[in-house]
């Protein structure tokens, strides 16, 4: 039997439950508030860097496969040269901290706290009367799947855990998980770790945004850090995956905020309901010519 079903279950009680405390905590009632009468406009003003991430994604789903097959025949043979370059440091940092304790901690923050990281901030950003920070982290979404499909096309690399360098031991104490990772990852998907280039785009923002969330941002560091953490802890990916990772997170902020302009679209859209132009329509931003810089 499948363990598909309940991890999936799993994954969205427990994020779904700590998105409402966050909620509640984080963005507060009277934000909520005003997103129910905000919703719609807030949603069509996003809505091409929605479509960006949503192409992206799919096409990361449906070609993932067959972009394996050109990676494994043509792409970058780059295994042998990150062991030469790291060496056993994966496989010491487990010798040296590995306890039953901080792998269930790791286990959980690398599975669970990684949803919760992602999905949360969507949900903060369309709370807030401009839609800059939504557009901007969409954007910032799409352009590390996007790159990161790109490398792993033209990168063939295994990682730590398939060299016997270290054990992987997310799977090895939870193997239900193996179900959920196989959907999403390969294991050749190593070089940039996504897990760590979308946890460290959400601690950018947090920092970038600490003046609207004050309370999200050291809890955004902190579970950035620890999937961050949790990524070789566990097995999954060289310390080189990682400052991959941190590198294309940095380079995709940059380029959401060259992209998205500031247009400063607080507050309804009753122009834009009414049919007149709008700045989703004169802008020159993601919603508008996709050019970066001001309307």
Do not use: C
């Not at 990281?117 to 949900?123: I, R, T, V, Y």
């Not at 855990?161 to 992987?168: I, P, Y």
């Not at 999937?227 to 070789?232: F, W």
């Not at 834009?272 to 329509?281: F, I, K, Q, T």
């Amino acid at each position: 039997m499948s363990w598909l079903p309940s991890v999936i279950g799993s994954v969205a009680l427990w994020t779904g439950g700590a998105l409402l405390v966050a909620a509640a905590t984080v963005i507060g009632p009277d934000r909520l508030r005003g997103l129910r009468g905000d919703l719609v406009w807030r949603l069509r003003r996003s809505r091409r860097a929605l479509a960006a991430l949503g192409v992206v994604l799919v096409a990361s789903a449906v070609g993932r496969s067959s972009l394996q097959v050109v990676s494994r025949l043509w792409g970058l043979q780059l295994t042998g040269l990150i062991y030469a370059i790291e060496g056993e440091f994966v496989g010491r940092l487990q010798a040296t901290f590995v306890t039953p304790e901080l792998t269930a901690y790791f286990s959980g923050i690398y599975v669970y706290g990684y949803a919760f990281l992602l999905s949360f901030p969507f949900l903060a950003y369309l709370a807030l009367p401009r839609t800059e920070p939504l557009r901007r982290l969409l954007v910032a979404y799409a352009l590390n799947y996007a790159i990161g499909l790109v490398i792993y096309t033209v990168v063939f690399a295994h990682g730590p855990r398939n060299l016997n360098v270290a054990t992987s031991l997310l799977f090895t104490h939870n193997p239900e998980f193996t179900a959920l990772t196989s959907e999403i990852n390969k294991p050749t998907n190593v070089f940039p770790s996504l897990h760590t280039s979308l946890s460290a785009t959400v601690a950018a923002f947090a920092v970038l945004t600490r003046d609207e969330y004050p309370r999200w941002t050291p809890l955004a560091l902190w579970i950035s850090a620890s999937v961050v953490i949790a990524t070789m802890y566990l097995g999954i990916h060289w310390l080189i995956d990682v400052i991959g990772g941190i590198l294309l997170a940095l380079g995709s902020v940059f380029l959401s905020y060259r992209i998205v302009g500031s247009d400063g679209d607080a507050g309804g859209g009753s122009e834009d309901d009414a049919g007149g132009e709008s700045e989703d329509d004169a802008g020159v931003d993601i919603d508008g010519d996709g050019v970066a810089g001001d309307a």
